[in-house]
């Protein structure tokens, strides 16, 4: 999991550890983490210093990959949540601003498919967490709309690449867990089922795409019909 430490990404991997040896990965160090100590108690957990940031992240992945498969480690899936939420509406865009956007949403993404693409078992399934934002963009977050957007392509472009060994498949998520100061009930009473989600839907939809052989190169949308509402 690339950024599996905080948020959404922690709890999937609580749940994902029940039964799975995880690969984590942060922008962060890890040392003294107690969470992560917990975490791996039994089935196991190996973690990375994944930032992207980084100018070399590139090389760094791939040499932590191949560290890994040196070591006897086999990557059976993988699910890419980094990202973050910046607001940014129109008349805010700077060169600077933009750039970052992009490094963190369409850069690090596309980095992190090509590193991990030749080290994924054959049957793996690869999952991106992409953004109802897809369907219907956020006008004060244009830029980070318009990333996510640009993930689908990679989603349709590596289901195509990486056939028939491996499945690739992207999630577009509404609210599951709200940005701090925001209003739950209000962002509920946006979608058509008025609830927010929650990190068991990603953890069951995630499973699914895991567990279902003729899936690939699909958009699956979790977001109680926001978009349509
Ligand atoms: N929360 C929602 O309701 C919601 C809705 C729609 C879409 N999503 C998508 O779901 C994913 C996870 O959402 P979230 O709310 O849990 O997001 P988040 O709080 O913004 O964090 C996502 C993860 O990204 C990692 N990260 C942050 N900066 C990084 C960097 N420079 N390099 C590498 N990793 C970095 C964080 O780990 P470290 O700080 O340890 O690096 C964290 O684990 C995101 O892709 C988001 O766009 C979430």
């Not at 090389?59 to 932590?64: E, I, N, P, Y």
């Not at 993988?78 to 970052?100: C, H, K, R, V, Y």
Request: glycine share 10%; proline share 5%.
């Amino acid at each position: 999991m690339v950024g599996g430490r905080r948020r959404l990404g922690a709890a999937l991997a609580e749940d994902l550890a029940q039964d799975h040896a995880l690969v984590l990965t942060s922008s962060r160090s890890w040392e003294g983490d107690t969470w992560l100590e917990g975490l791996g108690k039994t089935t196991g957990v190996e973690a990375l210093e994944w930032d992207a940031r980084d100018p070399r992240m590139g090389s760094r992945m791939m040499a932590d990959l191949e560290d890994l498969e040196r070591r006897g480690m086999g990557l059976s899936g993988a699910i890419l949540m980094a990202g973050d939420f910046p607001e940014m509406p129109l008349g805010t865009w700077s060169e600077g601003d933009l750039e970052s956007v992009w490094r963190m949403h369409l850069t690090f993404p596309f980095l992190v498919a090509q590193a991990l693409a030749s080290h994924l078992a054959p049957g793996s399934c690869l999952q991106f967490i992409l953004d109802a934002a897809i369907h219907k963009p956020l006008l004060k977050r244009l830029p980070y709309s318009a990333a996510k957007l640009g993930q689908t392509a990679l989603v349709h472009g590596l289901a195509r690449a990486l056939a028939p060994d491996i499945r690739v498949v992207g999630h577009a998520l509404g609210t599951l867990m709200p940005d701090e100061g925001s209003d739950p009930a209000v962002l509920a009473s946006r979608s058509l089922l008025q609830r927010n989600g929650s990190a068991q839907d990603l953890a069951r939809a995630v499973r699914y795409a895991a567990d279902s052989p003729h899936l690939t190169g699909e958009i699956l949308t979790l977001d109680g019909g926001w978009r349509l509402a």
